[in-house]
């Protein structure tokens, strides 16, 4: 193996550039040259692409976003975008591949894969972290660092002015970024998409709160689960009580990842080259246990990580 | 004077905390006594007060907040309510008051002082920093970095994902907040209750932009100009444009107080006290040229403070 | 089992906050009444403890520090002093201890099981995160966030003035913040006790790189593996480079728990309570691939863990 | 004029990007080239300079640093330096300077007008913000927010431990980080080089304080004031109270620069522009009651600001 590339894809993270530098030096560092592909698999098929040095990736360490930009492409979903990206590989000479994204990144991976047999290794990247394979994917971290900050300020004048807020944070599918910042928050409800819930509990939980003399509450619903909006109307025409309605959206892909953000993608990316010089020809990279590992690619969007109950009981326990 | 009074009202801001601190060590270093009200003049009705020490305000000059609390009273505006009021002013032997609050709250002061005698002090603390007789309000300098902060992690993911987003920000009818974060933050559009916008010149801006290979672009919006919501629905219908809004709410009243409102409310704080020792019966303190002066509390509810449109200018040229 | 106790000894750690919440609110759950005890084992002797309540632990989760206050108690080491505090076990009824703290901590634990047959559970609270039995301990996360926080800083002024700069860190016996802090934060060289470094060596990287074109270096250095100021003044001395130095102390021990932090303390606290519940009687709690697990209480003080060598070639490889 | 030029010089201040930013967009908008200097005087004697265009200033308004570096030029204090630059002045068509520094660079951009006549205009870029003719120089605020903010850190381990901690800060001269931050922060003790202070009195406070039950301490000290470690030694030797230290150094020039910072940077560097198309030939921009005014160049560095006695006071009576 003499050559490979690397892009980012789907949603972006914080934490890609800590990735990205991470394939980067280690691809050099084992006499790799790196191509960078921009813009995801768009780039790939459009040849939007470049050779990579130690110096490309100075001072990206911290820097939230992903220098290779990234895009969601239809054409890419195409036999036809996919066997452009192919000529691409033949004539660029790349003989592996690293896609940083989510599942729908690796999906598409893993079937180029399948038709031109050229090795991809994914590494998982995306604020939502519903991955399998992985404890923790690259941007999780900080995402709900972000919101936590949120609730923090939130609370300042929550406590000081004696009223509910409600705080609609990203989640289409999965509730994991309401449900852990909300056990790291203290907030009072925590509304995801993968439970039902009733607004009459939730005003119930209000009214029950403001009886024991609780004179504020912040309730965190992720978007999957209904819009934070919506539901302050209903609980102001249901009880009475004023709401204030915070939505974050995307300002939670933003932000200087953390160390936690940043060590994990170190340590992805760079065994995403290892593996890919060791001749794994279709996984993914991910932390188990504090380790990081190999798995099957198609394992990763075989599913979805579910909810863990246990923590969702936890926060209902904790933020009595 | 032997005892004084303070409390905090309206819409709380971070650094009042700070204030607090400031009037009632101050006070005790010149042998006051310090009564604290809580909730505004709600409390103040109520009889919601109790004694202060050097203790009672240990610990708090870098909380967001205010461990007075704050409430709105209707019954204030009322003869009977002020009534009550001066009966605690009685009761309690209370000599001069201290109102860290907003204009609104200063009026209230200033027809108390006008009925009962009662010498007042308005010490300007608001996000708004629309109060006349003094360049800086307790709360603002803060507020503005909590949304310079939130146009940071947007602007790493529009960079990466080549969109426009939208940023509602506090402010119903002054757009100061919106102006002084978009030229701190570089945003591309500022939209302010004071100036008349119209949804074509903000389309045309954009396409302007993208025609000059601008690929993403963020537009800030004070609450007062309209719906974020709105904007972004009326951009996508006229020129096709994706956007995603972000809605900040109240989170921007919160966070620990920056350094500046920190130092601007220990020293108002603390001139508060001098004033009211000194004679002063119906004054406000202010920040003027870095100095804390003193002005007539009526000049500061007899007007809001203007929108520079010099500064409006500078942002449109520096963000093109 | 009807009533317990709680405390927070040795170095403090940010989270250990939300732990003592997280015992007292699991506690007061599952029907038992628990005890504050103060200062650690010092509290413990002198009886100064108190009964918590649900109240008791609001608006906690997000302070640095502990409100249990912590100290390091010689008398304790001795039987005189661990007989003192049996006393008080029997006087107030205490029929568990949940201890929040490091391997010295959970030491004293031990001995004082192993002669009264209090049943103990050890929470791992230490930033150093030397303990085994657990992947993390509270603290360690948003500690080497402050480090790298600091490196940040460092790094803007280095870029544009083209200097050297050290950075000394905790750690007196383990490397392991100065490590993962400085994979995280891309320091170039990182000195740890655990492994000999000659300062002819950390010279030659430093000539090495300038040669290369680098204009601006990071060292970042462990307490334990030598004075930050030492080695500036050494290689000043050897290679007549000019070098800045910060030293961080206890600041790194501060700050507002990162999220990650206070859910690792949630669910460590929530456990300890569970497993005293069940009758565990001298064991710790630690989080191992996600899930948090019993272990023996006297494996965590056998030994320390070692540095990871891979994780420390990593940063030398991606520092290039 | 045609063609005008900008450098930054001396020690880095965070908001230093902010300012390049806007004189580039500025004198761009005024129909200006900009030709842009590297490292101060010293690329201005080398010819280290480029020109620059709107997109060359895109994304660095938030980046701490500057983007043309900064160095301090022996050379260009000689006539035989000054010359060099002439001659690059004439090579390149320079028809004005602006120069983002302190007081140093501004006496050397006088001397340098003196002798070649080309109209200069001094942007005060300083963390000290002991500049005469400007109530802020860019730079400070972020300065003093970072010091606070490890005051912040260091307090919540102080409350847990019960102990004396020191912070050294930057300042030779002057000791308005230390003030300024000392008051945002609530110090106990501030020490700077403008004022005398005895070893024994410090201690004195120190002792008065645990007597009246204050359990920690904090002591802030400007570098010029004397060494945080020998501090300490000297309380430790003479009352027997162990201390921790910490330096903050260099990482105090770095961070992303605030809001008010940002504000400051982008007003001032519009305004250089702005009376160098007037006409204005030796001045220097500065920030009065919130107006940016100009003033002549060698006001400037005929004095320095002298320490606020008031603000000490209030310091100290607040910090009781």
């Known amino acids: 193996m003499q050559r490979i590339a690397v892009l980012t894809s789907g949603g972006d993270s914080p934490g890609m550039n800590a990735a990205v530098r991470a394939v980067v030096r280690k691809a050099i560092y084992h006499g790799l040259e790196v191509i960078g592909i921009k813009r995801g698999f768009s780039g790939f098929i459009e040849a939007d692409m470049w050779p990579m040095d130690l110096s490309s990736v100075a001072d990206i360490i911290h820097r939230g976003g992903t220098i290779l930009r990234t895009a969601r492409s239809e054409e890419f979903k195409t036999p036809e975008g996919r066997g452009k990206a192919f000529a691409n590989v033949q004539r660029f000479g790349i003989q592996g591949l690293v896609v940083i994204g989510g599942d729908g990144s690796f999906r598409g991976a893993d079937i180029f894969n399948t038709e031109y047999n050229l090795p991809v290794i994914g590494v998982p990247g995306t604020i939502d972290n519903d991955i399998i394979g992985t404890e923790y994917s690259i ?74 003399g609780k ?64 001749g ?28 863990d109950l246990d923590i969702y009981n936890l926060a209902n326990i904790l933020s009595i």
């Not at 909006?229 to 892909?253: C, F, M, Y």
Request: proline share 2%; aromatic share 4%.
């Open 139 to 212: 941007g999780f971290d900080t995402a709900i660092n972000t919101v936590v900050d949120a609730i923090n300020k939130i609370r300042d004048t929550a406590t000081s002015h004696e009223r509910t807020f409600i705080l609609e944070v990203m989640g289409r599918e999965s509730g994991y970024i309401a449900l852990m910042a909300g056990l790291a928050g203290g907030a009072e409800s925590i509304l995801v998409p993968e439970l039902r819930y009733g607004i009459d509990e939730v005003c119930e939980k209000l009214i029950h709160g403001y009886k024991r």
């Open 280 to 307: 794994y020809r279709k996984h993914m990279v991910g932390m188990i246990a504090d380790k990081i590992v190999a798995s099957p690619l198609d394992a990763s969007f075989k599913g979805k990580k579910a909810i």
């Open 215 to 278: 004179l504020h509450s912040i309730i965190i619903i992720a978007e999957g689960a209904g819009s934070g909006l919506d539901v302050g109307k209903q609980i102001s025409e249901k009880i009475g009580l004023e709401t204030k309605v915070t939505i974050l959206g995307h300002l939670q892909r933003g932000g200087t990842p953390t160390a936690f953000d940043r060590i994990l993608a170190s340590r992805m990316g760079a065994k995403a080259v290892e593996i890919l010089v060791e």
